[in-house]
Structure formats: structure tokens, C-alpha cells
């Protein structure tokens, strides 16, 4: 199965051009129909999107949804969910991509899995939107696309202050369309609610005034497994079967996020940062931080404050 780790390799085996911008891209289909490949086998990428299709033939299946109800279409992508589609050249609409660095980049959207819990793998789930309400959504979409192929050096604010716009009415429209019982109705229950309770324990115990027993290791599946009452290997092979990665690497993934977030929003130093992610020493993460990211946390800094 393929898994695309970057935007850029996404666009590139469904034959669209490259992004303008590695963590973020925004489209529109009807400039994607004249090339894009308009059968794909299921595959996962890393980021989250957000689609409006208003109109167009042939079947999607985003995670476990495949009966998009008729109609314009709100749907979405989380990381590591499985898609695949066999469509006509005839969609209408919009759709925006964006990665977890994106979001660890923006003071805007860094708590956005808190405020708009449709992003969540589980709960991801495609809805209608009142027709009247089409040329709404559309208008954020076509001002997202001008910021994002002009020229301005402040288009980025004003991109994640337009998605999140986006984001509220979409909150809106979901809790109206969607009830608490058809939403849990969609959810593979098990495994699915393991998942759940796997992220939010692992981010509410990295939160700084967290309560954590003396001797934790935060960063061991191990803890986790054992807070949750389940074996290692089950919850390792539940995260695998989910999400595409391994019950280690999603702690990791999540690390590298929150130190991303610490590095480019905030000025503390790296031996503070190293204590509030749970490190014995600063060499310890910035050696952990390296390793995955190719970068020093310093170097990482200076980067991003260019």
C-alpha cells in the first residue's frame, strides 16, 4: 500500500503539479481534471484535508465512509486514513491540504483537534451543507486560493486566519448535520476507541501542569498500554492496523510536533523544552530531535524565524 509522507509526493503520483508551498496546498478540482488520475487504490498520506465538492460522478471511500450522502458535500482526510477513489473528470469544487507542521507552525490553528473534532480519524465523517450556504463556503475557498498564489509576504496569516473561518462554519453545518448517534454509529468501535483514548492520554500527559507519577516514562508504549489496561503488543498492533504507523513512532510523531511548536512560537530555550517533553537531558532531545527531523532544534529555530 503506498503512504505519502509529503505533499509534494502525493501531487506527484496522482499527476497533478507540484505545491507552491511544502505543508500546504489548496486546489480547486476543476484545475485538477485535466491530468489527475481518476482511479487510485487505497493509499494514506500524513496530512489533513478539507474538500466542498459541489459537484460530480464516481465513488469515494474516505476511512470507512463510501456513501457520501447526495448533494454538496463537505468530506475529509486525517493523517494516516485510508482513501481511494474511482471518479469522472467532472468534479466541481475545492479542496485544501495541509500537514501536522502547518498546524505546529501557526499560533491560530495549534489547538484545532480540541475545537474541531471532525479532523479526528474517528469522527471524520462526509455531510451536506444547505444549498444556500454554497456560495459561502466557496468565497473562503476563492480567497484562499488568491492569498495562496500572490505574492504578499503576510499571505500565510491571513491563509490560516481565512481556514480558520473555514473551519468554524464547517463546525457549524457538521453539529447540525450530524448527531451524536450517527456519529458513533460510523466508528469501529474497539479499535477506534482505543485509538482515541491512546491520543488524548498521550497528549493531555505531555500538557505542562500535567499530573504524572514520579517514574513515567511518557515516552514508552509500555506506560500507555498499562494506563489503558491492555497488552503492548495489542495496543502497538491496534495504532499499526489504524493508523499506518507504530504505537512508538505516533508518541514520536507527536514529540516532534510539540517541539516544532515550542521552537517556532515560543522563545524558550532548548534545555526548558527538553524538560516540559519529558527528556533527562537537553543532549538527550536534541539528539531524539535530529534523528527525526534531520535538524537541530537551533538550527530548526533559526529556520523558521527567517
Known amino acids: 500500500m503506498q503512504h505519502f ?55 469515494v471511500i474516505s476511512g470507512q465512509f463510501s ?28 479542496y485544501i491540504m495541509f500537514s501536522q507542521d502547518f498546524i505546529a507552525q501557526s499560533t491560530i490553528l495549534s489547538g484545532i483537534l480540541d475545537f474541531f473534532p471532525f479532523l479526528k480519524l474517528s469522527q471524520s465523517i462526509p455531510f451536506t451543507i444547505p444549498p444556500d450556504q454554497l456560495d459561502v463556503i466557496l468565497r473562503i475557498y476563492e480567497q484562499i486560493w488568491k492569498e ?47 485509538l482515541s483514548r491512546y491520543q488524548t492520554m498521550i497528549q493531555t500527559s505531555f500538557y505542562p501542569n500535567a499530573e ?3 517514574f513515567a516514562n511518557l515516552h514508552s508504549t509500555a506506560y500507555y498500554a498499562q494506563k489503558l489496561s491492555v497488552h503492548p503488543n495489542h495496543l502497538n498492533a491496534v495504532i499499526k492496523n489504524t493508523t499506518g504507523v507504530t504505537a512508538l513512532n505516533y508518541i514520536h510523531n507527536h514529540i ?32 531524539f530531535f535530529k534523528r527525526h527531523t534531520g535538524k537541530t532544534p537551533l538550527s530548526y529555530r533559526d529556520q523558521e524565524h527567517l
Not at 154 to 175: G, P, S, T
Not at 272 to 281: M, N, P
Request: negative net charge.
Open 5 to 59: 509522507k509529503t505533499i509534494s509526493a502525493y501531487c506527484e503520483e496522482i499527476n497533478i503539479p507540484a505545491p507552491k508551498h511544502p505543508h500546504f496546498d489548496i486546489r480547486s478540482f476543476e484545475e485538477n481534471m485535466l491530468t489527475v488520475k481518476q482511479q487510485m487504490l487505497a493509499f494514506r498520506h500524513e496530512f489533513y484535508a478539507i474538500a466542498i465538492k459541489a459537484d460530480g460522478q464516481g465513488k
Open 256 to 287: 516532534i510536533s510539540l517541539a516544532k511548536s515550542h521552537l517556532a512560537q515560543t522563545s524558550l530555550s532548548v534545555k526548558e523544552i527538553a524538560f516540559l517533553l519529558r527528556f533527562d537531558s537537553p543532549n538527550s532531545f536534541s539528539s
Open 67 to 94: 456513501d457520501f450522502p447526495d448533494g454538496t458535500t463537505v468530506f475529509f482526510n486525517t493523517p494516516f486514513q485510508l482513501l481511494s477513489w474511482d471518479i469522472l473528470p467532472d468534479w466541481k469544487g475545492y
Open 148 to 194: 495562496y498564489h500572490g505574492d504578499e509576504v503576510d499571505k500565510f496569516r491571513m491563509i490560516e486566519a481565512q481556514l480558520f473561518l473555514l473551519l468554524n462554519y464547517v463546525k457549524r453545518w457538521f453539529e447540525e448535520q450530524v448527531s451524536a448517534s450517527e456519529a458513533e454509529a460510523f466508528l469501529r468501535a474497539a479499535d477506534l476507541n482505543l
Open 212 to 214: 504524572i507519577e514520579t
